[in-house]
């Protein structure tokens, strides 16, 4: 397998968390997003949508890291990163979705340039923009996990699911770009036992071969 990627981007992460939990070796090919390396071919004839990541196994292309991660879960059982009953792996879902949908899409690449380069926004409102969505959304996040009786080591249960794959680049995110996280004190214990684990830490940012 050949992952396309960029070591900064969140999406990315997730995929990366979901190969080394799973034990999958796959080349690493870096396309620098700050750079405009998505905008040019020959990445940019590869996948319409010009963004990261991009898994490629054998002569399948596959785009969005949610779906690439189900698509490692089904050809790659085991360990299961969607497990239990139809209600447990919707509550996994649920979690993942409210950072990929709600938190991410607000504050990735794409926007933060568009407020800035074609709205006029300032450094210090578009950073207000980003710590506002960032802040509100894992409140949701916390209140979610503080209340659930499914809530384990990890987000659902004693195992990592998708759901602590979506959240940990978040959490990396956030701390980057300095995000108040005392409020967070649930989601900050299920970071800090996913960081705890190898896979975890091999798929950070300053471990990616491109890290800058």
């Known amino acids: 397998m050949q992952l396309y990627n960029y070591f900064r981007s969140s999406a990315s992460f ?12 796959y080349e690493y090919l870096p396309v620098h997003l700050v750079r405009g390396e998505q905008l040019k071919p020959p990445f940019s004839d590869m996948t319409p949508a010009a963004l990261v990541p991009m898994l490629v196994d054998g002569d399948q292309q596959l785009t969005q890291s949610m779906a690439i991660i189900e698509y490692l879960d089904e050809t790659h059982p085991e360990p299961a990163l969607l497990p239990g009953d139809a209600l447990t792996r919707a509550r996994i879902r649920a979690l993942a979705q409210d950072i990929a949908c709600e938190i991410h899409p607000l504050d990735n690449l794409r926007v933060l340039r568009y407020l800035v380069n074609e709205l006029k926004v300032s450094e210090d409102d578009k950073n207000r923009w980003y710590r506002h969505w960032v802040e509100t959304g894992l409140d949701v996040v916390e209140r979610q996990l503080a209340a659930s009786p499914m809530t384990g080591r990890f987000c659902v249960g004693d195992t990592p699911t998708l759901a602590d794959c979506v959240l940990v680049p978040q959490i990396f995110n956030a701390q980057r770009m300095d995000c108040r996280l005392d409020h967070v004190p649930t989601v900050m214990r299920v970071f800090g036992e996913c960081m705890a684990l190898d896979a975890f830490v091999k798929a950070q940012p300053s471990a990616c071969p491109d890290a800058s």
């Open 14 to 25: 997730r995929v990366r968390i979901a190969l080394a939990l799973k034990g999958l070796s």
